[in-house]
């Protein structure tokens, strides 16, 4: 159920964003969240969706995910809903977005959804030739996010990613110094895997649970971890736990023509999100980041 304070600090977001009182007359769960408490409010104004969390937990997580939702919805490219507010109330922060109401995918789904990535990717907008990276922290899923910037994407990977997760895994005792060297052999050779391209614009974790269908059928994509850098970032992400058509991948390579051969470097790509899931939910995926590192 949700708590009253999160609903009369929603309610009081809503009065600012509308300059009018709002009021909430309805509540109820919304699953399939990893981290936060979801919640749909239906409101004298239409419905409205809230996430809430422990702010001494995850401090400025909805702060930063608010600001990298802005600049995907600022790309007017894929739908992203409207950020309505953030705020801290007591022990929770929480975040207040437009409801995305789900309809049946329009029969051209994937390949809209594919070309608008792809026109997303190619922004470049707010980067202002800083490199790769942003100009704060954020989170993916429910860790810490390094954004330092770097000019090269190489450094950018090694550094923000692949270092940064490896060190959480070496102080949580499921990597050893093997794991280490096995990435040390991988470094030299990466340069091979990432073809030299402006940096684009990422959702950051564009699995299949982070779109949603929206209400003209069109893909909605919601829960990113924003920054700017390597574009197979993404297309590594979306084939990471299956569930994206081909005409997705047909529709992108038409609009932002791929390297014949980007489907080779996916696993190497998802050696960032697979040592996330190391962290998040422990050994069993470790197996999975040996197997890319010995097949390379
Ligand atoms: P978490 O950060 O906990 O993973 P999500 O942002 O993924 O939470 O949201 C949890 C679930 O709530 C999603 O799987 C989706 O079904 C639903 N959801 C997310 N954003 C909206 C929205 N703006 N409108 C309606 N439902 C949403």
Request: aromatic share 14%; charged share 20%; hydrophobic share 40%.
């Amino acid at each position: 159920m949700l708590s009253t304070e999160i609903k009369t600090v929603a309610e009081k977001l809503l009065n600012q964003h509308f300059g009018k009182p709002v009021q909430v007359t309805h509540t109820s769960g919304v699953g399939g969240g990893c981290i936060n408490d979801a919640h749909r409010l239906k409101t004298s104004e239409g419905p409205f969706f809230v996430k809430y969390n422990s702010a001494s937990r995850y401090p400025g997580m909805f702060e930063a995910e608010a600001k990298g939702l802005l600049l995907l919805r600022n790309s007017n490219t894929v739908y992203v809903p409207e950020v309505i507010g953030f705020g801290e109330e007591g022990e929770n922060s929480f975040l207040v977005l437009e409801f995305i109401d789900s309809a049946a995918q329009q029969d051209d789904f994937w390949f809209h959804f594919g070309s608008e990535m792809a026109n997303m990717h190619r922004i470049i907008m707010g980067q202002e030739n800083k490199g790769h990276g942003l100009d704060y922290d954020n989170y993916i899923g429910s860790l810490p996010q390094q954004n330092k910037w770097h000019a090269s994407w190489i450094d950018f990977f090694v550094v923000e990613r692949l270092e940064a997760q490896l060190r959480i895994a070496r102080e949580q005792g499921s990597a050893g110094p093997d794991l280490s060297q096995m990435f040390q052999r991988l470094y030299k050779h990466l340069s091979d895997f990432f073809p030299e391209e402006p940096p684009a614009l990422l959702h950051g974790d564009l699995w299949s649970g982070n779109f949603m269908i929206g209400s003209d059928g069109r893909a909605v994509i919601i829960d990113p971890a924003v920054y700017y850098g390597h574009r197979y970032m993404d297309l590594g992400m979306s084939k990471l736990f299956g569930g994206f058509d081909s005409a997705f991948y047909e529709a992108y390579n038409e609009a932002y023509p791929l390297e014949p051969s980007w489907r080779k470097s996916m696993d190497i790509a998802n050696l960032y999100p697979l040592m996330v899931h190391v962290n998040l939910f422990g050994g069993g995926y470790l197996s999975s980041v040996k197997a890319v590192l010995r097949g390379f």
